[in-house]
């Protein structure tokens, strides 16, 4: 009869000492074994890699919320024609096409704007070429479409504030919507960017990133169309929104050719988050209006389920 293996000792768990002293330092000795480990089974594959070469194993893809994310039945594929042929016929087809058409923006503020939202506005000003800026006055918003539509412009932004911070945008398309409600956060303006460089009047690049199921390209549509797609590439100004996990990062860059071979990004601001809170059919109408999608908290049951 062969003696029974004598079971592996486990480190001790940090959270049972009492003593804040001991547990720290018990913590701090497992933190740096683990580290050491994984420092030698980085180097030990490295040096597997060099000896077989091309028969060397393949590197393992980690798991993460992306990649793992639930199945989604509208999801669009490069290949799919009908959402091909929807979006060729949708409301922003003219903003895609050659010859693309120029988009007109108002922009505006809730009744009683703060310093802070109007410094967002005349940045946003300066990062979108075609948007000017008309004082809301006590207008209501359906009023502020009238406006708008009389005059010939494309779109309608709104910019809300809580306590004196920007915490909202809302995009209404125009003549005949759709609209967009958009929770803001993550706000920094240019002068908070260190390093930030001056914008220039050039019309900027667009890049959307992200955007991959039937409302994800609706949205992202959406927002590709608040700019001219008639960039001036002596400017070197890149705007970016890029959807992850459903948050919108929008960034504004310039990139700068250090040598012929090498570039980097300089930040020109401003810098926040968007997440879609509703897409509403039609032009704003908080009371009647139609909704296609609207954020429930009763949708958020797993972390790996995404709707852009």
């Known amino acids: 009869m062969e003696p029974s293996k004598a079971p592996q000792r486990r480190g001790i768990e940090p959270s049972l000492i009492k003593n804040?002293?001991?547990?720290?330092q018990v913590y701090h000795e497992q933190k740096a074994r683990r580290a050491t480990e994984k420092r030698k089974e980085r180097a030990k594959r490295k040096k597997e890699e060099e000896e077989l070469g091309d028969e060397a194993p393949a590197k393992k893809v980690p798991r993460t919320l992306d990649n793992t994310r639930e199945a989604d039945e509208t999801v669009v594929t490069p290949d799919d024609a009908e959402a091909l042929a929807d979006e060729a016929a949708d409301e922003f087809a003219s903003y895609y096409t050659p010859g693309a058409a120029t988009p007109k923006l108002l922009l505006t503020s809730n009744v009683h704007p703060s310093a802070h939202v109007l410094s967002l506005i005349d940045e946003l000003i300066s990062v979108l070429p075609t948007a000017e800026y008309h004082r809301r006055g006590t207008f209501e918003l359906k009023q502020i479409v009238e406006f708008a539509c009389a005059r010939d412009f494309t779109d309608v932004i709104v910019v809300n504030e809580d306590r004196k911070k920007p915490n909202g945008l809302v995009i209404s398309h125009l003549p005949d919507g759709p609209t967009m409600h958009f929770k803001l956060s993550s706000l920094k303006l240019a002068k908070d960017l260190p390093g930030h460089g001056k914008i220039t009047k050039h019309q900027p690049e667009l890049i959307l990133n992200g955007f991959t199921t039937r409302l994800g390209h609706t949205v992202g549509r959406q927002?590709?169309?608040l700019l001219p797609h008639r960039?001036?590439?002596?400017g070197r100004r890149v705007v970016t929104f890029h959807n992850q996990r459903d948050f919108i990062f929008f960034r504004h860059h310039r990139y700068i050719f250090e040598t012929k071979q090498k570039a980097r990004l300089?930040?020109?601001?401003?810098?926040?988050?968007?997440k879609l809170r509703s897409l509403q059919k039609g032009t704003f109408d908080s009371k009647q209006g139609e909704f296609e999608w609207v954020h429930k908290t009763e949708m958020d049951t797993s972390r790996r389920r995404f709707f852009l």
């Open 20 to 24: 804040k002293i001991k547990r720290s």
């Open 223 to 225: 927002l590709g169309a």
């Open 231 to 234: 960039p001036n590439f002596h």
């Open 266 to 274: 300089q930040e020109l601001g401003p810098r926040f988050t968007l």
